[in-house]
Each structure stands twice: as structure tokens, then as C-alpha cells.
């Protein structure tokens, strides 16, 4: 079945570091790719995706490429801030559109000033 | 837009009584509505999918007479944790979509439910 692997944390950073969080996939066919993101007290939150190979997501900073020849789909961000603390979920849904979504396990970030 | 509330954040029960977690969609109409459940350091898993004014579709391995799920109206799902054991203490989340489900549409995610049984 399909799965996602993404880098365990927790992963603490000063201001202004560079941020990368590893996530491989295994799945049949061609999935679609996700990032969200969950702030502290609030729910998971879509932070980018891409939908076939080669594409790039990008939001707030953040960047993805969907990678088909390593299996990949790594967050990296150039230089993050203390509000970019929160936990990161790798995340992809079925060949077809399916709605359905197996996540990683999650990532915790830690940016201090 | 696109708010999703679930209610209440905590719950502490005794083993053998049941709960219900309500999530609503505040700002839109949500055709399909999925249950999660998260464990401490482990990934979301699915536990069932529902679509307004039919049965839920639960997912292999979880049990439709323990967690009852119900989409009321386009706006409102409920889960039920039947006689509920320290075993089914969990963080329990919804998400919404907006629409059908035969194709991806983002899905919008409530805060969580944390629930501890004694």
C-alpha cells in the first residue's frame, strides 16, 4: 500500500537557518504530494502540493519538488523564522484524484530567535 | 474561510461510557467529512469517510459499531466512541471538503479532540 517517510524530529533551528525535512513516498502509480502544516492549539493546514512529477510547490517561503526518480518530495525553506515553528506533515493521496491521505508521521520544528 | 470546529478540544471519560466529538464546518457546506486518529508521534490515520445523508465508509481494521459516525446535515458529523476502554484514548480529527469526493479537493481540518479514558 502506499506510505510516506519523513524525517524524524524534533528539529530546532535559529532565525534566519535553512530548513530542510526529508520525506519519501512509496505509492502506486502517480499520487499527488503535500505539505501541511500544523500550528500549535490549531488544526492541519494545506502548506503546498504538487500534482505530478517534476512540479514545484511553493507558499510562505517554503518550496517542494516532486521528485519521481528518488521517490521524494523534501520541504526546504531558505531561511525561517520563529513563526514558522509548528509541526510539518508529508502527506499524499491516490492516482486518480483519490481523496483519501496517508500522512507521515510529522516533523516538529523549532525556530529560536 | 474554510473553518472547521470540533468540539469539545478534551474529554476525560470513565471506561464503559461512551462519547460523542462533534465537527462542523463553519463557513461552508461539507459534502464529505473524514475521521482521523492520531496517536503520540505517529502519523493521522483514517479511520472512516462520510458524505451527508448516507452511511460512513470506515476504513479496514476499525470498528463501525465502536466508532458511530454520523453526517447529519452538511454541516455537522459526529463520532461516537461506544463504550469507550484506555485503549481508544487518542487526538481524534476531522477534516471537511467541500466537494464531491470522486476527485481530490482540499481537505480543511478541525483542531483535534483529545480524548482520555480512565
Known amino acids: 500500500g502506499n506510505s510516506v517517510t519523513q524525517m524524524e524530529g524534533p528539529v530546532t533551528l535559529s532565525e534566519e537557518a535553512f530548513l530542510t525535512i526529508n520525506c519519501t513516498y512509496t505509492?502506486?502509480?502517480?499520487?499527488?504530494l503535500f505539505w501541511y502544516v500544523q500550528y500549535p492549539g490549531e488544526g492541519l493546514q494545506l502548506l503546498l502540493k504538487?500534482?505530478?512529477?517534476?512540479d514545484k510547490g511553493s507558499n510562505k517561503g517554503f518550496e517542494a519538488t516532486y521528485r519521481k526518480e528518488t521517490t521524494s518530495f523534501h520541504l526546504e525553506k531558505g531561511s525561517v523564522q520563529v513563526s514558522d515553528s509548528a509541526v510539518y506533515f508529508c502527506?499524499?493521496?491516490?492516482?486518480?484524484?483519490?481523496?483519501?491521505?496517508?500522512f507521515g508521521k510529522g516533523t516538529k520544528l523549532t525556530v529560536n530567535p | 474561510g474554510a473553518v472547521v470546529s470540533q468540539h469539545p478540544s478534551r474529554v476525560i471519560c470513565k471506561s464503559g461510557t461512551s462519547v460523542k466529538i462533534e465537527c462542523r464546518s463553519l463557513?461552508?457546506?461539507?459534502?464529505?467529512m473524514f475521521w482521523y486518529r492520531q496517536f503520540p508521534k505517529q502519523s493521522l490515520m483514517l479511520m472512516a469517510t462520510?458524505?451527508?445523508?448516507?452511511?460512513?465508509?470506515?476504513e479496514q481494521g476499525v470498528e463501525k459499531d465502536k466508532f458511530l459516525i454520523n453526517h447529519a446535515s452538511l454541516t455537522l458529523s459526529t463520532l461516537t466512541v461506544t463504550s469507550a476502554h484506555p485503549e481508544d484514548s487518542s487526538f481524534y480529527i476531522c477534516?471537511?471538503?467541500?466537494?464531491?469526493?470522486?476527485?481530490?479537493?482540499?481537505?480543511?481540518f478541525g483542531p483535534g479532540t483529545r480524548l482520555t479514558v480512565l
Open positions: 477534516s471537511a471538503t467541500r466537494g464531491e469526493a470522486s476527485s481530490y479537493n482540499e481537505q480543511f
Open positions: 505509492a502506486t502509480g502517480y499520487p499527488s
Open positions: 504538487a500534482t505530478k512529477a517534476d
Open positions: 502527506a499524499l493521496s491516490g492516482q486518480g484524484g483519490s481523496e483519501k491521505l496517508v
Open positions: 463557513d461552508f457546506q461539507a459534502t464529505t
Open positions: 462520510s458524505n451527508e445523508g448516507s452511511k460512513a465508509t470506515y
